[in-house]
Protein backbone atom coordinates (compact mmCIF):
# COMPACT_ATOMS: atom_id res chain seq x y z
CA UNK A 1 0.00 0.00 0.00
CA UNK A 2 1.22 3.18 -1.29
CA UNK A 3 0.42 6.81 -1.81
CA UNK A 4 -0.15 7.99 -5.40
CA UNK A 5 0.28 11.54 -6.95
CA UNK A 6 -2.27 12.81 -8.38
CA UNK A 7 -2.66 15.25 -11.32
CA UNK A 8 -2.74 18.20 -9.26
CA UNK A 9 0.22 17.21 -7.67
CA UNK A 10 -1.61 16.10 -4.53
CA UNK A 11 -1.22 12.73 -2.92
CA UNK A 12 -3.79 10.16 -3.14
CA UNK A 13 -5.56 8.77 0.01
CA UNK A 14 -3.61 6.01 0.62
CA UNK A 15 -5.57 1.89 -0.62
CA UNK A 16 -4.21 -1.68 -2.32
CA UNK A 17 -2.87 -2.34 -5.41
CA UNK A 18 -4.57 -4.68 -7.54
CA UNK A 19 -1.68 -6.58 -7.04
CA UNK A 20 -2.00 -6.01 -3.32
CA UNK A 21 -5.45 -7.50 -3.46
CA UNK A 22 -4.93 -10.17 -5.70
CA UNK A 23 -2.32 -11.74 -3.12
CA UNK A 24 -4.51 -10.94 -0.42
CA UNK A 25 -7.53 -12.99 -1.93
CA UNK A 26 -5.38 -15.42 -2.50
CA UNK A 27 -3.75 -15.86 1.17
CA UNK A 28 -7.52 -15.43 2.77
CA UNK A 29 -8.30 -18.52 0.65
CA UNK A 30 -5.74 -20.47 1.57
CA UNK A 31 -6.69 -20.40 4.93
CA UNK A 32 -9.97 -20.53 4.42
CA UNK A 33 -9.74 -24.13 2.43
CA UNK A 34 -7.37 -24.56 5.42
CA UNK A 35 -10.46 -23.96 7.97
CA UNK A 36 -12.78 -25.56 5.77
CA UNK A 37 -10.74 -29.12 5.45
CA UNK A 38 -10.40 -29.00 9.28
CA UNK A 39 -13.59 -28.77 9.95
CA UNK A 40 -14.68 -31.65 7.26
CA UNK A 41 -12.18 -33.80 8.77
CA UNK A 42 -13.08 -32.97 12.46
CA UNK A 43 -17.22 -33.49 11.27
CA UNK A 44 -15.94 -36.63 9.56
CA UNK A 45 -13.85 -38.04 13.12
CA UNK A 46 -17.15 -36.88 15.07
CA UNK A 47 -19.77 -38.38 12.38
CA UNK A 48 -17.46 -41.80 12.48
CA UNK A 49 -17.33 -41.72 16.31
CA UNK A 50 -21.05 -41.51 16.74
CA UNK A 51 -21.56 -44.60 13.89
CA UNK A 52 -19.07 -46.45 15.91
CA UNK A 53 -21.11 -45.98 19.35
CA UNK A 54 -24.19 -46.95 17.35
CA UNK A 55 -22.68 -50.41 16.73
CA UNK A 56 -21.79 -50.73 19.74
CA UNK A 57 -24.91 -50.14 21.78
CA UNK A 58 -26.30 -52.32 19.00
CA UNK A 59 -24.41 -54.83 20.60
CA UNK A 60 -24.78 -54.03 23.85
CA UNK A 61 -29.12 -54.36 23.91
CA UNK A 62 -28.38 -57.26 21.97
CA UNK A 63 -26.61 -59.43 23.91
CA UNK A 64 -28.40 -58.56 27.02
CA UNK A 65 -31.85 -58.94 26.09
CA UNK A 66 -31.49 -61.97 23.80
CA UNK A 67 -29.02 -64.00 26.67
CA UNK A 68 -31.39 -62.82 29.16
CA UNK A 69 -34.37 -64.78 27.70
CA UNK A 70 -33.01 -67.50 25.99
CA UNK A 71 -30.77 -68.68 28.82
CA UNK A 72 -34.01 -68.95 31.12
CA UNK A 73 -34.86 -71.74 28.38
CA UNK A 74 -34.03 -76.36 28.90
CA UNK A 75 -32.80 -78.15 25.98
CA UNK A 76 -36.30 -79.95 25.98
CA UNK A 77 -37.62 -76.27 25.20
CA UNK A 78 -36.13 -75.85 22.21
CA UNK A 79 -38.02 -76.05 19.03
CA UNK A 80 -36.36 -74.90 16.33
CA UNK A 81 -32.80 -74.54 16.24
CA UNK A 82 -31.28 -73.21 12.81
CA UNK A 83 -28.60 -70.49 11.22
CA UNK A 84 -31.37 -68.22 11.24
CA UNK A 85 -33.55 -68.84 14.26
CA UNK A 86 -34.08 -69.96 17.50
CA UNK A 87 -37.45 -70.74 18.98
CA UNK A 88 -37.73 -72.01 22.60
CA UNK A 89 -40.75 -72.20 25.26
CA UNK A 90 -40.70 -69.18 27.04
CA UNK A 91 -42.68 -69.85 30.83
CA UNK A 92 -45.41 -66.87 31.34
CA UNK A 93 -46.68 -68.59 34.19
CA UNK A 94 -45.34 -71.29 36.81
CA UNK A 95 -47.81 -73.06 39.49
CA UNK A 96 -47.52 -75.69 42.28
CA UNK A 97 -50.71 -78.24 42.48
CA UNK A 98 -52.15 -78.05 45.23
CA UNK A 99 -54.73 -81.06 44.64
CA UNK A 100 -57.68 -81.56 42.37
CA UNK A 101 -61.49 -82.53 42.66
CA UNK A 102 -62.87 -84.38 39.32
CA UNK A 103 -61.56 -82.74 36.25
CA UNK A 104 -60.67 -79.48 38.08
CA UNK A 105 -57.05 -78.78 39.03
CA UNK A 106 -56.32 -76.47 41.98
CA UNK A 107 -52.92 -74.43 41.70
CA UNK A 108 -51.22 -72.01 43.23
CA UNK A 109 -49.41 -69.61 41.47
CA UNK A 110 -45.68 -68.28 42.21
CA UNK A 111 -44.32 -66.85 39.74
CA UNK A 112 -45.61 -64.80 36.36
CA UNK A 113 -42.46 -63.72 33.81
CA UNK A 114 -43.19 -61.09 31.83
CA UNK A 115 -45.01 -62.32 28.37
CA UNK A 116 -44.87 -59.21 26.01
CA UNK A 117 -45.10 -60.12 22.28
CA UNK A 118 -45.31 -63.89 22.76
CA UNK A 119 -47.98 -65.71 20.61
CA UNK A 120 -52.14 -65.90 22.46
CA UNK A 121 -51.43 -69.58 21.89
CA UNK A 122 -50.17 -71.44 24.90
CA UNK A 123 -48.98 -74.56 26.05
CA UNK A 124 -48.38 -76.43 29.63
CA UNK A 125 -45.50 -78.51 31.20
CA UNK A 126 -46.16 -80.80 34.31
CA UNK A 127 -43.48 -82.20 36.28
CA UNK A 128 -44.10 -84.76 39.28
CA UNK A 129 -43.09 -84.00 42.99
CA UNK A 130 -40.71 -86.47 42.63
CA UNK A 131 -39.64 -85.68 38.74
CA UNK A 132 -37.04 -82.79 37.22
CA UNK A 133 -38.42 -83.96 33.74
CA UNK A 134 -41.50 -82.47 32.00
CA UNK A 135 -44.56 -83.73 29.97
CA UNK A 136 -45.08 -81.28 27.58
CA UNK A 137 -49.08 -80.08 26.00
CA UNK A 138 -48.74 -77.47 22.83
CA UNK A 139 -52.16 -75.55 22.85
CA UNK A 140 -53.19 -76.49 26.17
CA UNK A 141 -53.90 -73.39 28.35
CA UNK A 142 -53.08 -74.12 31.95
CA UNK A 143 -53.76 -70.50 33.14
CA UNK A 144 -56.77 -71.24 34.89
CA UNK A 145 -58.83 -68.64 36.70
CA UNK A 146 -59.04 -66.86 40.17
CA UNK A 147 -61.12 -69.29 42.66
CA UNK A 148 -62.30 -69.48 46.32
CA UNK A 149 -62.31 -73.17 46.01
CA UNK A 150 -58.89 -72.93 45.05
CA UNK A 151 -58.05 -70.41 48.00
CA UNK A 152 -59.32 -73.23 50.11
CA UNK A 153 -57.68 -76.19 48.86
CA UNK A 154 -53.95 -74.40 48.89
CA UNK A 155 -54.14 -73.23 52.31
CA UNK A 156 -55.39 -76.73 53.45
CA UNK A 157 -52.50 -78.33 51.76
CA UNK A 158 -49.85 -76.03 53.04
CA UNK A 159 -50.87 -76.65 56.83
CA UNK A 160 -53.65 -74.33 57.39
CA UNK A 161 -51.27 -71.21 55.99
CA UNK A 162 -51.97 -68.72 53.23
CA UNK A 163 -48.94 -68.40 50.97
CA UNK A 164 -50.42 -64.65 49.69
CA UNK A 165 -53.27 -61.97 50.29
CA UNK A 166 -53.33 -61.87 46.31
CA UNK A 167 -56.17 -64.03 45.90
CA UNK A 168 -55.74 -63.99 41.73
CA UNK A 169 -52.68 -66.21 42.69
CA UNK A 170 -55.02 -69.55 43.96
CA UNK A 171 -56.68 -71.01 40.13
CA UNK A 172 -58.91 -73.58 39.54
CA UNK A 173 -57.85 -75.32 35.80
CA UNK A 174 -60.32 -77.45 33.86
CA UNK A 175 -58.02 -80.22 33.22
CA UNK A 176 -60.81 -82.33 31.11
CA UNK A 177 -59.21 -80.98 27.64
CA UNK A 178 -55.63 -81.16 28.53
CA UNK A 179 -54.83 -85.09 27.58
CA UNK A 180 -52.42 -85.28 29.96
CA UNK A 181 -52.86 -87.04 33.57
CA UNK A 182 -54.53 -85.60 36.69
CA UNK A 183 -51.27 -84.34 38.52
CA UNK A 184 -50.45 -85.19 41.81
CA UNK A 185 -50.33 -82.73 44.55
CA UNK A 186 -47.11 -81.18 44.77
CA UNK A 187 -46.29 -81.17 40.91
CA UNK A 188 -45.12 -78.18 38.91
CA UNK A 189 -46.63 -76.90 35.99
CA UNK A 190 -45.68 -74.36 33.81
CA UNK A 191 -47.20 -72.65 31.34
CA UNK A 192 -45.76 -71.31 28.33
CA UNK A 193 -45.64 -69.36 24.66
CA UNK A 194 -43.42 -69.62 22.20
CA UNK A 195 -40.65 -67.10 22.14
CA UNK A 196 -38.39 -66.71 18.25
CA UNK A 197 -35.03 -64.64 17.99
CA UNK A 198 -34.32 -64.62 14.03
CA UNK A 199 -32.15 -63.00 12.28
CA UNK A 200 -33.81 -61.71 9.07
CA UNK A 201 -34.25 -58.27 6.57
CA UNK A 202 -35.04 -55.13 8.18
CA UNK A 203 -38.12 -53.10 7.80
CA UNK A 204 -36.71 -49.93 8.30
CA UNK A 205 -32.99 -50.12 6.65
CA UNK A 206 -31.05 -51.72 4.19
CA UNK A 207 -29.07 -55.24 6.13
CA UNK A 208 -30.24 -57.89 8.40
CA UNK A 209 -32.53 -57.54 11.44
CA UNK A 210 -32.79 -58.94 14.55
CA UNK A 211 -36.46 -59.89 15.51
CA UNK A 212 -38.02 -60.94 18.52
CA UNK A 213 -41.28 -63.22 17.75
CA UNK A 214 -42.66 -60.51 14.76
CA UNK A 215 -41.11 -57.64 16.37
CA UNK A 216 -37.91 -55.62 15.01
CA UNK A 217 -35.61 -55.17 17.42
CA UNK A 218 -32.19 -53.97 16.57
CA UNK A 219 -30.43 -53.22 13.18
CA UNK A 220 -28.25 -53.37 11.36
CA UNK A 221 -26.17 -56.44 11.12
CA UNK A 222 -24.06 -57.79 8.40
CA UNK A 223 -25.74 -61.00 6.04
CA UNK A 224 -23.43 -63.52 8.11
CA UNK A 225 -25.29 -63.07 11.26
CA UNK A 226 -26.06 -66.10 12.53
CA UNK A 227 -26.84 -68.93 15.35
CA UNK A 228 -24.67 -72.27 16.29
CA UNK A 229 -25.35 -74.79 18.69
CA UNK A 230 -23.03 -76.70 21.07
CA UNK A 231 -24.23 -79.98 21.97
CA UNK A 232 -22.79 -81.76 24.84
CA UNK A 233 -19.59 -83.59 23.30
CA UNK A 234 -18.35 -79.80 22.21
CA UNK A 235 -19.44 -79.83 18.54
CA UNK A 236 -20.88 -76.87 16.98
CA UNK A 237 -23.69 -77.06 14.45
CA UNK A 238 -25.79 -74.80 12.08
CA UNK A 239 -28.98 -76.50 12.23
CA UNK A 240 -29.86 -79.21 14.48
CA UNK A 241 -33.79 -81.49 14.68
CA UNK A 242 -35.42 -83.96 16.67
CA UNK A 243 -33.65 -85.39 19.77
CA UNK A 244 -30.65 -83.49 18.79
CA UNK A 245 -32.60 -80.73 20.58
CA UNK A 246 -32.18 -81.71 23.55
CA UNK A 247 -28.60 -82.55 23.67
CA UNK A 248 -27.71 -78.34 22.88
CA UNK A 249 -26.03 -77.25 26.09
CA UNK A 250 -25.45 -73.62 24.61
CA UNK A 251 -26.14 -71.23 21.82
CA UNK A 252 -23.85 -69.87 19.63
CA UNK A 253 -24.77 -65.81 18.52
CA UNK A 254 -22.01 -64.45 15.96
CA UNK A 255 -22.67 -61.48 13.89
CA UNK A 256 -21.62 -57.83 12.78
CA UNK A 257 -23.11 -54.98 14.01
CA UNK A 258 -22.90 -51.87 11.19
CA UNK A 259 -22.65 -48.31 12.21
CA UNK A 260 -25.82 -46.90 10.73
CA UNK A 261 -26.38 -44.13 12.61
CA UNK A 262 -27.19 -40.42 11.01
CA UNK A 263 -23.79 -40.04 9.34
CA UNK A 264 -23.61 -43.66 7.49
CA UNK A 265 -20.05 -44.44 7.65
CA UNK A 266 -18.88 -47.71 7.06
CA UNK A 267 -17.91 -49.07 10.36
CA UNK A 268 -18.87 -52.22 12.24
CA UNK A 269 -18.51 -54.27 15.57
CA UNK A 270 -18.11 -58.05 16.23
CA UNK A 271 -20.33 -60.07 18.14
CA UNK A 272 -19.65 -63.22 19.56
CA UNK A 273 -21.27 -64.97 22.98
CA UNK A 274 -22.67 -68.13 23.90
CA UNK A 275 -25.82 -68.20 26.07
CA UNK A 276 -25.49 -71.32 28.37
CA UNK A 277 -29.34 -73.19 28.63
CA UNK A 278 -30.69 -73.81 32.21
CA UNK A 279 -29.69 -77.00 33.65
CA UNK A 280 -32.90 -79.13 33.37
CA UNK A 281 -33.61 -82.89 32.72
CA UNK A 282 -35.53 -82.93 29.54
Known amino acids: MRDEPTRSGRTAAPGFTLVEMLIALVVAGVLAGGVVSLLMRQNSFYGKNDDTIYAEQTIRGTAEL ?6 MAAPADIELATPDSVEVRFDVLKAVVCGSSGSTVYTYVYDQPASVNLPSGRGTAVSDPNSASFTYKDGFDGSGSASATAL ?79 KADGTVHGTLTGSDLTDIRSIRVSASAIGSGSNRFDVSRDLSFDIPLRNLQS
Open 152 to 230: TACTTANGGVVQSVDASRFRAIDWSSSGLATPAAGSVLRVYGMLTYSFAASSFTSGTALWRNDQELVAPFDTGAAFRYV
Open 66 to 71: MASELR
